[in-house]
């Protein structure tokens, strides 16, 4: 039977896909890490095919349902944009894609893993597509990293930052043609997110913004100090 309230913190249902993806990522890396360039740029590609594809399917789903609202259900949101068109990055690997996708997967994915907003539990085909585009897309970008050995660089975080705003500003104009609330931008979401430390409507919208470039700044560091200790041997 479907569960009609949103899946809560610390449930079973949030903490069972994560670690499912846990050991899915130790068991994959594991697998191709000694293994030829060849087979671990045909797996990144099915990677972010099957994320896309899952993306492709569960819209056309919806459509077919009826009730598809151009308010609500548009893939917009950052992760779901990110998943429909992830399969491009895997497939072609341009390093300024893994520039903007590192920081936007990282900071906003994450959050989504911590605080997941998801309105039906299992077995709901969006609780899987929820869990599929948020999973995914951190499969896909600690497997660029750990596999592919793709690092960013200074450069990179603002990139990020400014597409991101470029992004945002479409999105707002979305928002407003459509009376709209795609990632957010008008409304905190129903469910508990990090967003409710930020104050009401705009002030939130600002604060995010503000701290944007000290949280991409603190994911690049890591990057950074690494890339000084090889320098020094």
Known sequence: MQSTFRVQFGSLEHLLPISVAVVFCLALFKFVNKKEDALKHKVFNALGLIVSGF??????????????????????????????FIFIFTVT????????????????????????DIEKGFPAFDYFRYWVVHLGLLIIITYAI????????????????????????ALMLINLMLDANYSYLNEKPVSGSILDYF????SYVITVQLILIPAFLLIYLPFYLNRKRVSKH
């Not at 690997?93 to 997941?116: A, K, M, N, S």
């Not at 990179?156 to 992004?167: E, K, N």
């Open 199 to 202: 104050g009401d409507w705009p």
């Open 55 to 84: 993306m492709i399917v569960f819209h056309l789903y919806q459509i077919s349902k009826g009730g598809y609202s151009l308010q609500t259900d548009l893939p917009l949101y950052l992760c779901s944009f990110m998943a429909l």
């Open 93 to 116: 690997r341009r390093f300024w894609l893994f520039e903007v996708l590192l920081f936007w997967i990282i900071v906003g994915t994450t959050q989504g893993v911590i605080t997941p």
């Open 146 to 169: 750990l596999v592919l050995k793709m690092k960013p660089n200074i450069r990179s975080v603002i990139r990020s930052f400014v597409t991101l705003q470029v992004y945002l500003i």
